[in-house]
C-alpha cells in the first residue's frame, strides 16, 4: 500500500512541517524520513510552528496534539481558524477514542498514537496529502440542497454554512456524488485511507459527526445501510 502511495505522490516533492517539543520523537522522525528524500523543517513550539508557516508552505504539517497557543488553545485548531489548509496529522499520547471527535472537529486531519510507529506515521501522511489533492482537483457538488466546493473548502445548505471537520468533508464528497445509492463501508474506507485504514473503527465516529450535522440543518438523511454501507436520502 505504501509503495503504491509513493508512486502517487513524488517524496522529493514533499515539504513537511514537523512541531514537536519531544526531542526524541523529533530525531525518530528525521532519521527516518529524510534519508528517503522527505524535505523536512523542525518546530519545537508554538511561535516556531507560526514562524516556519510565515516563509514556507507544506504539503502536510506533522503536530504535537499538545501544543497550544498562548491562551491554552489547541495548535491545531488556531491553524485551521488561520485558514492553514494542509493536512495536519497529530501525535497523541492517546490510545482510546474517546478523543477522537474532539481532534477531528477541532481540525486535525488523522491522528497517531503513541508508541510512535514510523511506518504508520509515513503512511497516513501520504494518505492525508493524496486526499488533500484529491480535494483540490473535485468540482463543485450540489444534492438536495447541500453545495460542496472542494477548492474552497465549504459545504452550504440554502447559503447557510455548514462546518465540517476535514475527514467528514470528504466522507460528504464521496457520498454526493453517489447518492442517491449505497457506498460501501469499504469504499468509503479507502476514500479517507487508501489501503491503510486505522486499527479503531474511526469511520463510524466521522459517520456520527457527518450524520449529526446533517440532521442540525435538516438535510439529506444519512442513511445506513446494514451490511453494506451508507447513503445519503432526500428528506420526505
Not at 524535505?39 to 510552528?49: I, P, R, T
Not at 460542496?148 to 475527514?167: K, R
Not at 460501501?184 to 469511520?203: K, V
Amino acid at each position: 500500500m505504501l509503495h503504491s502511495l509513493k508512486k502517487q505522490l513524488s517524496v522529493f516533492d514533499l515539504h513537511l512541517l514537523v512541531g514537536t517539543p519531544d526531542v526524541s520523537t523529533m530525531k525518530n522522525i528525521f532519521a527516518y524520513l529524510e534519508p528517503m528524500g522527505y524535505q523536512l523543517d523542525s518546530a519545537a513550539n508554538s511561535d516556531e510552528v507560526h514562524n516556519c508557516l510565515k516563509t514556507s508552505s507544506y504539503e502536510a504539517i506533522i503536530l504535537d496534539a499538545q501544543l497550544t497557543d498562548q491562551n491554552g488553545i489547541p495548535l491545531y485548531t488556531c491553524l485551521r481558524i488561520s485558514n492553514v489548509a494542509s493536512p495536519i496529522i497529530l501525535l497523541t499520547p492517546d490510545t482510546t477514542l474517546e478523543n477522537l471527535p474532539r481532534y477531528l472537529n477541532g481540525g486535525a486531519d488523522d491522528i497517531v498514537t503513541s508508541p510512535l510507529h514510523l511506518l504508520e506515521l509515513e503512511a497516513r501522511v501520504l494518505a492525508s496529502i493524496r486526499l488533500a489533492r484529491a480535494h483540490l482537483a473535485s468540482t463543485k457538488l450540489s444534492w438536495a440542497g447541500i453545495e460542496l466546493d472542494s477548492l474552497a473548502h465549504t459545504v452550504t445548505c440554502d447559503g447557510n454554512n455548514l462546518h465540517l471537520p476535514p475527514m467528514a468533508f470528504m466522507l460528504l464528497a464521496r457520498l454526493m456524488k453517489a447518492a442517491p445509492n449505497v457506498v460501501s463501508r469499504s469504499e468509503l474506507q479507502n476514500e479517507l485511507y487508501g489501503d491503510t485504514p486505522p486499527n479503531s473503527d474511526a469511520l463510524r465516529t466521522y459517520i456520527h459527526i457527518l450524520r449529526s450535522r446533517l440532521e442540525k440543518v435538516n438535510k439529506p438523511i444519512l442513511k445506513t445501510v446494514p451490511r453494506v454501507g451508507f447513503r445519503l436520502m432526500p428528506m420526505p
